[in-house]
């Protein structure tokens, strides 16, 4: 689906059902126009946290905007994140309140994720600068309770393409997508170390200086939450900036639906789709997923095959030629979608979706799993521990010819990949 098509509006199926999370003194209330916010009231910490949960799993109609500029320009990124506009933004929480949206709890719950993580590091790539990163950063982590990650205490760096601190010029969207990046990651991994390394510009020929920049750099994790259109020069992009044996590379599929996204086509990285994810459902885990996807059409986790990408030796689906997309997932509808702080942007709290929220969060679960092999393309650890995932089955990006690459079924589908994390078994040789 051409980003020109998209929608600002994911869900139009049922009218919303009206929760409200206690926040700066006010209500947070997920509505559709059909409905009048309540009035402000109390709130205990019991009812917050319902609410929160309430929101989450809400199939409601939701609106959004995309945080970055559409790009329209050939070999031109943007970034996979959606921020919802039907929620308001709080700089500051009482005391008893918890921000919308899912928190590191859940995701550990979800996926089953361990602790771990300490020395390794995870790089972000992302373009313009975010003035306001490492102290949004603090704010997210103390409301969690997580360890602080600063550049003093070394767990926090941040750098330009070329390894300095001549950082681009801000840019509102990217600065959105940063927060983001840094808050999924902390959420998966708290004792991980984070790189951020900023581009100049959103050209894939930046962002690709950026990913070199970060494995110079040392980092064995590096999470690319932007994507465009595929075009007949991706195989030199691929050997230029995405050839990096022993290191983990994940991209965001895109969300768009049904459609392949570079430089998640790409077969030296992980492809990571999307799914909407809610508490719940049949089983032991407590959770259900299902293919982030709309009714309406336009949003969704991309998926398909790639016109231009060789398939690697790992992927034996029998409908695409070439390189298939994605690999794996985790949540990325932003009507189950993440808490995040962002005060550069936006007013504070807010509540973030797509494919951009889930390439950190697997960029954090390979960390969980350990340094890769120094000679192995990590993308291809999935296809060998199957069993290691959460299977998804159900739900659709889109319309196709070949129908597992736009419908969930049992194995692999393109919007999900093989699944989704149970645990980190996945995620090593």
């Given at each position: 689906?051409?980003?020109?098509?998209?929608?600002t509006?994911?869900?139009?199926?049922?009218?919303?059902?009206?929760?409200?999370?206690?926040?700066?003194?006010?209500?947070?209330?997920?509505?559709?126009?059909?409905f009048?916010?309540?009035?402000?009231?109390?709130?205990?910490?019991?009812?917050?946290?319902?609410?929160?949960?309430?929101a989450?799993?809400s199939a409601s109609a939701?609106?959004v905007?995309?945080?970055?500029?559409q790009?329209?320009?050939?070999?031109?990124?943007?970034?996979?994140?959606?921020?919802?506009?039907?929620l308001?933004?709080y700089?500051?929480l009482?005391?008893?309140?918890?921000?919308?949206g899912?928190?590191?709890?859940?995701?550990?719950?979800?996926?089953?994720?361990?602790?771990?993580?300490?020395?390794?590091?995870?790089?972000?790539?992302d373009a313009?600068d975010?003035?306001?990163?490492?102290?949004?950063l603090?704010?997210?982590?103390?409301?969690?309770?997580?360890?602080?990650?600063?550049?003093?205490?070394?767990c926090f760096s941040?750098?330009?393409?070329?390894?300095?601190?001549?950082?681009?010029?801000?840019?509102a969207?990217w600065?959105?997508?940063i927060?983001?990046?840094l808050d999924?990651?902390?959420?998966a991994?708290?004792?991980?170390?984070?790189?951020l390394v900023?581009?100049?510009?959103?050209?894939?020929?930046?962002?690709?200086?950026a990913?070199?920049?970060?494995v110079?750099?040392?980092?064995k994790?590096?999470?690319?939450?932007y994507?465009?259109?595929?075009?007949?020069?991706?195989?030199?992009?691929d050997?230029?900036?995405f050839?990096h044996?022993?290191?983990?590379?994940?991209?965001?599929?895109?969300d768009?639906?049904?459609?392949?996204?570079?430089?998640?086509a790409?077969?030296?990285?992980?492809?990571?789709?999307?799914?909407?994810l809610?508490?719940?459902?049949?089983?032991?885990?407590?959770?259900?997923?299902?293919?982030?996807?709309?009714?309406?059409?336009?949003?969704g986790?991309?998926?398909?095959c790639?016109?231009?990408?060789?398939?690697?030796?790992?992927?034996k689906?029998?409908?695409?030629?070439?390189?298939?997309?994605?690999?794996?997932?985790?949540?990325a509808d932003?009507?189950?979608?993440?808490?995040?702080?962002?005060?550069?942007?936006?007013?504070?709290?807010q509540?973030?979706?797509?494919?951009s929220?889930s390439?950190?969060l697997?960029?954090?679960v390979?960390?969980?799993a350990?340094?890769?092999?120094?000679?192995?393309?990590?993308?291809?650890y999935?296809?060998?521990?199957t069993?290691?995932?959460?299977?998804?089955?159900?739900?659709s990006?889109?319309?196709c010819?070949?129908?597992?690459?736009?419908?969930?079924?049992?194995?692999?589908?393109g919007p999900t990949?093989?699944?989704?994390?149970?645990?980190?078994?996945?995620?090593?040789?």
């Amino acid at each position: 689906m051409s980003s020109h098509r998209r929608s600002t509006l994911i869900r139009r199926s049922a009218p919303a059902l009206l929760s409200a999370a206690l926040a700066g003194g006010g209500l947070m209330a997920v509505q559709t126009p059909a409905f009048a916010a309540p009035a402000p009231t109390q709130a205990t910490a019991n009812e917050t946290a319902n609410a929160t949960a309430d929101a989450a799993k809400s199939a409601s109609a939701v609106h959004v905007r995309h945080l970055c500029s559409q790009q329209t320009k050939p070999g031109y990124m943007a970034c996979n994140a959606l921020v919802r506009t039907d929620l308001k933004a709080y700089k500051s929480l009482n005391p008893h309140a918890a921000p919308q949206g899912y928190g590191p709890d859940e995701l550990k719950s979800a996926y089953n994720l361990p602790d771990g993580g300490k020395g390794q590091t995870v790089a972000i790539v992302d373009a313009n600068d975010d003035p306001n990163a490492e102290q949004d950063l603090a704010t997210y982590r103390k409301q969690y309770g997580l360890p602080e990650c600063t550049s003093a205490n070394g767990c926090f760096s941040k750098i330009d393409q070329n390894g300095g601190t001549n950082y681009p010029a801000p840019d509102a969207g990217w600065a959105g997508e940063i927060s983001l990046d840094l808050d999924m990651v902390s959420a998966a991994c708290p004792q991980c170390n984070i790189m951020l390394v900023e581009a100049k510009t959103a050209s894939m020929d930046d962002l690709g200086t950026a990913v070199n920049q970060a494995v110079t750099k040392g980092a064995k994790f590096v999470s690319n939450s932007y994507g465009g259109s595929e075009d007949a020069s991706d195989q030199q992009a691929d050997d230029r900036y995405f050839k990096h044996p022993g290191v983990a590379i994940t991209v965001s599929s895109g969300d768009s639906g049904y459609g392949v996204e570079y430089p998640a086509a790409s077969p030296y990285v992980t492809a990571v789709g999307g799914t909407s994810l809610s508490q719940g459902g049949s089983g032991s885990r407590g959770w259900s997923e299902k293919v982030w996807g709309s009714s309406a059409g336009g949003e969704g986790a991309g998926s398909g095959c790639s016109q231009y990408s060789t398939k690697p030796s790992w992927q034996k689906d029998s409908g695409c030629a070439k390189r298939a997309v994605a690999d794996v997932s985790a949540v990325a509808d932003p009507a189950t979608g993440l808490a995040t702080y962002d005060s550069y942007q936006a007013g504070g709290w807010q509540v973030v979706g797509g494919t951009s929220a889930s390439s950190p969060l697997i960029a954090a679960v390979y960390a969980l799993a350990g340094a890769p092999g120094s000679t192995d393309t990590p993308a291809s650890y999935p296809y060998a521990h199957t069993g290691a995932l959460n299977d998804v089955t159900s739900g659709s990006n889109g319309s196709c010819g070949t129908s597992y690459l736009c419908t969930a079924g049992q194995g692999y589908d393109g919007p999900t990949g093989l699944g989704t994390p149970n645990g980190t078994a996945a995620f090593t040789k």
